[in-house]
C-alpha cells in the first residue's frame, strides 16, 4: 500500500511540475500597470510581439533615465483605417484645443499622419533639438528618401523604421500551380494564379492601398520613360498624356490581379497568415507582415514556406511613423517614448536576433531601422536580415504629385471596378483566358475611360470631399453598374465563352 501511494504521490507531483513549469520558465513581462510609476496611453496597429517588446524595452530605458517604471496601456482597435476613425471621432467630440486621453501615435504609414498633422492633433517633437545629430549628414536621417517623407516639415511626426510594399508567397502552392516565384506585380495577373490570390479592400486597409498605389506609380514612371512628344506637344502636354495612360495600365493590372483573387478581406493582416496556411498561393502585403510570417515558420534549417519579395522596380522605401497627441495627458513621457524609439538601443531592436545584445527577448522582429547610422559591421551582424536599403543604387522613386492627390479615389476606384464588380470580373477573365485572350475582348475589358486619371483628380474626387454621403454611393454605384455592363459585354463580344445570360 505504501509502495502504491508513494508511485502515486510522484505521478501527481510530476503532473504539477509539468503543469507550472511554463510558468517558471516565463520570462516576465513589463510592470503591471498597478506597480508603476507612470502610464503611456499608445494607439497602434502594431502586433503584440512588437508592442511587448519594446514595452520591456522602454520601460527598461526610461527607469535608468528617470528611475521611474513606466506602463504602456496599449489601445489596438484594428489598422490603420480603422486608428484613424477612432482618432477621428475622439477629436470631433473633444472640445476645442483639448486633448483625447491618447498620448501617443505610432504606426500606420505617413498618408495617415499627414493627414492627422494638417488636422492639428499633434504637437512639435522635441527630438529635432535635443538630438539634431540624427538628422544630418549622410548618417542622419533624410527628410525625403527614394520621393517618400521620413518626417514631415512642421516636425509633428517622424519615422522609426523603414517599410516596403510587395508580394508574399507559399512555396509549397507555387510547386502546385506550376508557377515560379513572382519578381514583379505582373507575375500576379497569371491566369494560373485564378482563385489563388488574397487581397484586402483598399478602403479598410491602407497599407493594401499603398500597395496598389506603387504599382500604379510604377506604370506611369515606365509610361514617362517610354513617351515621345506627339507634333505640337509641349513637355507638360506630354507628361499629362503619358500619366493618362500609365494609369490605365496600372488600372488594368489591378483588374487582371483582382481577377485572380480569392477574396478581399477588410484587414491586411489575414493576407500573409492565410498565404502561410496554404488557402491562398499569394498575396499583397507589407514586408513586416510576410517576414514576421517568414520568421514564425522558420524550420531547424532556416527554411520557411511562407516567403516575402520586393517586386523589381515596383516600390519605393516609405517610413512606419510616431507622433505625440496634442493634448497628451503624459506629454513628457510621450516625447521621451519618441526619442527612444530613434536611439541606437531601439533602433537595433527592429532587427537584432533573438538572444543578441541588444535583440528582442522571444521572436526577432524582422523590421529595418530608419537610422543609417545604426547600420553598422557591428550591428548587422546580429541582424537576421542583412540588408542596407540605404545602400542600393537603383531603387523605385515615389512621385507624390502624381498619385498622392488622387489616393483616396484610387482606393474608390478598386473597390467599385473590382471589388463590387467581382463576379462579373472573374466571369470575364475566365471567357478571356478559356479563347486566348481574343484582342476585340482584351480592348473592350482593358476600357477604363470611366475611371480614368481626369476624373479621379476632377469629379471623383470632389464627389469625396462631398459633404452629402448619399452623392458618394451613387457615384459608386453608377461606376459598379458601368464595369459590371463592361465585363458581361467583354463575354458576350466574338470570342467570348457564350451569349448564355
Not at 261 to 287: E, L, W
Not at 338 to 356: A, C, D, H, S
Not at 467 to 482: F, Y
Request: aromatic share 10%; net charge negative; with cysteine.
Amino acid at each position: 500500500m505504501k509502495k502504491y501511494w508513494n508511485k502515486r504521490l510522484w505521478v501527481v507531483g510530476l503532473l504539477l511540475i509539468v503543469a507550472i513549469s511554463p510558468l517558471l520558465l516565463q520570462r516576465p513581462e513589463a510592470i503591471s500597470r498597478s506597480k508603476a510609476d507612470e502610464v503611456l496611453v499608445v494607439i497602434t496597429p502594431h502586433n503584440e510581439t512588437i508592442r511587448g517588446e519594446f514595452a520591456r524595452a522602454f520601460d527598461s530605458y526610461w527607469q535608468e533615465k528617470t528611475g521611474k517604471n513606466v506602463y504602456i496601456d496599449w489601445r489596438t482597435p484594428g489598422g490603420a483605417s480603422e486608428i484613424r476613425m477612432v482618432i477621428d471621432r475622439k477629436f470631433d467630440a473633444a472640445a476645442e484645443g483639448e486633448g483625447v486621453g491618447l498620448d501617443v501615435f505610432w504606426g500606420g504609414g505617413d498618408f495617415i499622419f499627414e493627414k492627422m498633422a494638417q488636422a492639428g492633433r499633434f504637437e512639435e517633437l522635441e527630438v529635432f533639438q535635443k538630438q539634431p545629430t540624427w538628422f544630418e549628414g549622410e548618417q542622419g536621417i533624410p527628410q525625403n528618401y527614394t520621393g517618400q517623407t521620413f518626417y514631415d516639415d512642421e516636425k509633428y511626426w517622424v519615422g522609426v523604421c523603414l517599410a516596403q510594399f510587395g508580394i508574399c508567397y507559399n512555396v509549397d502552392g507555387l510547386q502546385r500551380i506550376g508557377v515560379e516565384p513572382p519578381k514583379s506585380w505582373d507575375d500576379l495577373a497569371d491566369p494560373k494564379y485564378f482563385g489563388e490570390i488574397a487581397l484586402a479592400d483598399p478602403v479598410k486597409s491602407g497599407s493594401v492601398a499603398r500597395a496598389f498605389e506603387m504599382l500604379v506609380q510604377q506604370k506611369i514612371q515606365l509610361a514617362l520613360a517610354n513617351t515621345s512628344k506627339a507634333p505640337g506637344e509641349d513637355e507638360s502636354m506630354r507628361r499629362l498624356r503619358a500619366i493618362r495612360t500609365g494609369w490605365a495600365q496600372g488600372l488594368n493590372l489591378i483588374q487582371r490581379i483582382s481577377a485572380n483573387a480569392r477574396y478581399f478581406t477588410n484587414s491586411a493582416t489575414k493576407i500573409p497568415h492565410d498565404v502561410s496556411q496554404g488557402d491562398a498561393v499569394a498575396g499583397m502585403c507589407i514586408d513586416f507582415y510576410g517576414r514576421a510570417y517568414n520568421e514564425k515558420l522558420k524550420k531547424a534549417d532556416g527554411s520557411s514556406r511562407l516567403q516575402w519579395v520586393a517586386p523589381e522596380g515596383g516600390t519605393s522605401i516609405g517610413v512606419d511613423p510616431v507622433a505625440v497627441f496634442r493634448g497628451a495627458p503624459n506629454r513628457a513621457l510621450a516625447q521621451g517614448f519618441v526619442e527612444f524609439l530613434l536611439t541606437e538601443e531601439g533602433q537595433v531592436l527592429w532587427n537584432k536576433k533573438v538572444g543578441t545584445p541588444g535583440g528582442p527577448e522571444r521572436r526577432t522582429l524582422r523590421r529595418l531601422p530608419v537610422r543609417p547610422s545604426v547600420y553598422t559591421e557591428g550591428n548587422m551582424r546580429d541582424f537576421e536580415d542583412q540588408i542596407n536599403l540605404y545602400a542600393q543604387t537603383t531603387l523605385f522613386e515615389y512621385q507624390g504629385e502624381i498619385t498622392g492627390p488622387v489616393f483616396d479615389s484610387l482606393r474608390i476606384i478598386i473597390k467599385s471596378i473590382c471589388i463590387d464588380a467581382h463576379a462579373e470580373l472573374q466571369a470575364a477573365w475566365v471567357s478571356l483566358a478559356e479563347n486566348n485572350f481574343p484582342e476585340r475582348a482584351v480592348e473592350h475589358f482593358n476600357d477604363v475611360s470611366y475611371a480614368s486619371y481626369d476624373k479621379a483628380r476632377g469629379e471623383i474626387q470632389g464627389q469625396l470631399r462631398s459633404e452629402s454621403k448619399l452623392e458618394v454611393v451613387e457615384m459608386l454605384k453608377r461606376m459598379t453598374g458601368v464595369f459590371r455592363r463592361l465585363y458581361n459585354e467583354t463575354r458576350d463580344l466574338e470570342g467570348g465563352v457564350s451569349n448564355e445570360k
